[in-house]
């Protein structure tokens, strides 16, 4: 018991547990990565998605720039998917679909999600080189609750967040509330 | 103590899976009536919500939006009059979703299961006396602001006709809201459309329906078939094609072009939209007139809408005083952004007063056609009042201008309209030109004032 809350706190203070700091995933392509442990960045995003997500798919363009607008600023980002009902295939229909560049990952067994602590769609995780988690939660505010959007997103939370981690500063809000979808159960 | 703790919740946990909700004999009945319609594989909802595996992977969520009364979409308040195909839960069935996924989202005896519900698979209202499709498909974007547009169809009619129900079937579903339609005798909007070069034409409400302003322009708006003018109704995400009651029918004449008037909602994902539309006729002519009582007259054009930058509770009004004994059928309410309520009651000749319709969180987003379930007899004398508020302050999310600026009467989405139609007949079909002439005379009124006021 005891045991079981020590391990919750570590967790919880964004530490990510031993075991997972080089577990290494192939993407769609078949190439291999280790997104928790991306020596070469100075961080990296984990884009947490549903394809069946409405408010997750409304994401797909902005992912994309910010994908592209911090690649050159040496930071690492992957769309993943937590859903063990995603096959490569609807991966890979889902990446035709919107256009992601960066690599694509399935994690039906969710470590990265319990690595993170992410819990919903579309959720993002921040880490740092050092391996802990510099930001965790929503990407903005466009959303103010569910089938309520703003026509344009007045906080931008995640750009907001890399940009404080690229000039060495502290995130100023390292969590954030998510609108959008709970993700599914992993496979057991 | 942690002992007695345990137990207890042993026993709770006991006593609640003994009434627990179960999927077959539960859930399934209200997922099969309410959610779908647009929660099956073609339809407009991102996912199908239909066998027990689609509902417990998203049992929080759902558990979540039907509590918030998010889902079914619904945006009228409960009111003195029920509609047809009312998308509401009860509060017991609201409570069944959350204890169903509070306690594990069970799926129970296979027997309990009802049969899934069946769909007409092609148009509802059986064969279309006539389907007439966007001749090139129109591009919505991945992302961006909501796009209204405008489409002219030709339909190449001989004669006049007469228009018992429409119903229409979007290409890329995930994007279209909704859709209003019109009639143009004119060919201006086939001919904006051609001389643009470009797939359709901008604009709100059919665009080019809009009063420039002067009384010889309004006039033609009270139209003389029924409904809103030039008006053959509209469709709405998750609606059910219905032919108007009582063999009423909208007036088609020979030459005019089909307006699609479209309410786009990007996805995230570019999509190509080229809508089908069908058409039922009426083999006769109908033996009743129908009407569309619009307050404020004319989408609000002499409301006096001009509300400052940041203010929170702006409001227009309107009433009309029945001429004649009328039954009404059906209720619209048209606004923008940043219209955040309507209200409309009738004060009967006794004094009572009823509510019509009542939105409480206007949504741009979902312009539903509402029909009565019955009749609403409403006899000479009600008088109808329509009340709309809005919001043009910074703290209404749904404010499209931030900071905001001061929004007046206007076409386009950032500009603001604001009316409520109310579709009646007369009691005594002999009595309808009186009542024609009662609201011809209010609409007159309503524009000598405004033009004395300015």
């Avoid at chain 1, 050092?130 to 929503?138: E, P, T």
């Avoid at chain 2, 001389?195 to 420039?212: C, E, N």
Wanted: net charge positive.
């Amino acid at each position: 018991m005891r045991c079981c809350l020590s391990l919750l706190a570590l967790l919880a203070v964004g530490g990510l547990h031993g075991q997972e700091k080089s577990t290494s995933f192939s993407d769609l392509n078949g190439r291999s990565h280790t997104p928790l442990s991306q020596a070469d960045k100075k961080a990296t995003v984990l884009f947490f998605l549903l394809p069946d997500c409405p408010v997750s798919n409304a994401y797909g363009p902005e992912i994309k720039r910010i994908a592209a607008d911090y690649e050159a600023k040496k930071v690492g980002a992957f769309v993943v998917h937590a859903d063990p009902d995603v096959t490569i295939e609807a991966a890979k229909k889902h990446v035709k679909d919107y256009g992601y560049a960066c690599p694509v990952l399935l994690d039906p067994t969710h470590i990265l999600v319990k690595a993170t602590g992410v819990k919903m769609a579309p959720e993002v995780a921040v880490i740092g080189p050092d391996r802990k988690v510099l930001y965790r939660g929503r990407i903005d505010d466009l959303y103010v609750d569910y089938g309520k959007r703003r026509p344009a997103p007045t906080q931008r939370d995640l750009r907001d967040a890399l940009d404080a981690i690229l000039q060495g500063k502290a995130v100023a809000a390292a969590t954030t509330k998510v609108i959008g979808c709970h993700l599914p159960d992993p496979k057991k | 103590m942690r002992m007695s703790a345990m137990l207890s919740l042993l026993i709770c946990a006991g006593v609640s899976s003994a009434q627990a909700p179960t999927f077959n004999k539960d859930v399934a009945p209200i997922l099969f009536a309410q959610c779908a319609t647009c929660h099956r594989p073609g339809e407009a909802a991102p996912f199908a919500l239909l066998k027990y595996e689609d509902a417990k992977k998203r049992g929080k969520l759902i558990a979540q939006v039907t509590q918030s009364k998010q889902m079914p979409p619904w945006k009228a308040d409960k009111s003195d009059f029920a509609f047809r195909n009312e998308r509401r839960l009860s509060e017991a069935q609201i409570a069944t979703l959350q204890k169903w996924v509070a306690a594990g989202m069970v799926e129970g005896d296979k027997n309990d299961l009802p049969p899934a519900p069946t769909f007409a698979s092609e148009w509802a209202l059986g064969k279309p006396d006539l389907v007439v499709k966007m001749p090139k498909a129109f591009k919505v974007p991945a992302e961006g602001k909501d796009i209204y547009r405008n489409f002219a169809i030709a339909l190449n009619l001989n004669d006049d006709k007469w228009v018992r129900a429409v119903d229409f079937r979007p290409s890329a579903s995930s994007v279209v809201h909704h859709t209003l339609f019109f009639l143009d005798t004119t060919g201006t909007a086939a001919k904006k459309e051609a001389d643009s070069g470009q797939v359709g034409s901008s604009g709100a409400m059919g665009g080019f329906r809009v009063p420039k302003g002067g009384l010889g322009g309004l006039g033609s708006l009270t139209g003389s078939g029924g409904g809103q003018p030039g008006s053959l109704g509209g469709w709405a995400l998750g609606a059910q094609a219905r032919s108007l009651p009582d063999g009423l029918a909208w007036k088609l004449p020979k030459g005019s072009d089909l307006i699609l008037s479209t309410h786009f909602h990007p996805s995230g994902k570019a999509e190509m939209e080229a809508s089908t539309i069908a058409l039922y006729f009426s083999d006769k002519p109908p033996t009743k007139r129908f009407t569309g009582l619009q307050l404020p007259i004319a989408f609000g054009f002499a409301a006096g809408i001009d509300i400052p930058a940041g203010k929170k509770d702006f409001s227009i009004e309107d009433s009309f005083v029945l001429p004649v004994d009328v039954k009404a059928f059906g209720i619209s309410a048209h606004a923008h952004y940043i219209a955040k309520t309507f209200n409309v009651t009738a004060t009967l000749p006794d004094k009572k007063t009823k509510t019509l319709l009542k939105i409480s969180d206007w949504d741009f987003g979902w312009q539903e056609q509402y029909r009565f379930q019955d009749y609403v007899d409403l006899p000479k004398g009600t008088k109808i009042d329509a009340k709309i508020t809005y919001d043009n302050s910074a703290d209404n999310p749904r404010n499209p201008t931030n900071p905001p600026r001061r929004v007046r009467w206007g076409k386009e989405s950032t500009d603001e309209m604001g009316s409520i139609t109310l579709s009646v007949i007369a009691a005594q079909e002999p009595e309808f030109s009186e009542l024609q002439k009662g609201y011809q005379q209010h609409l007159i009124a309503a524009i000598r004032k405004f033009g004395g006021k300015k």
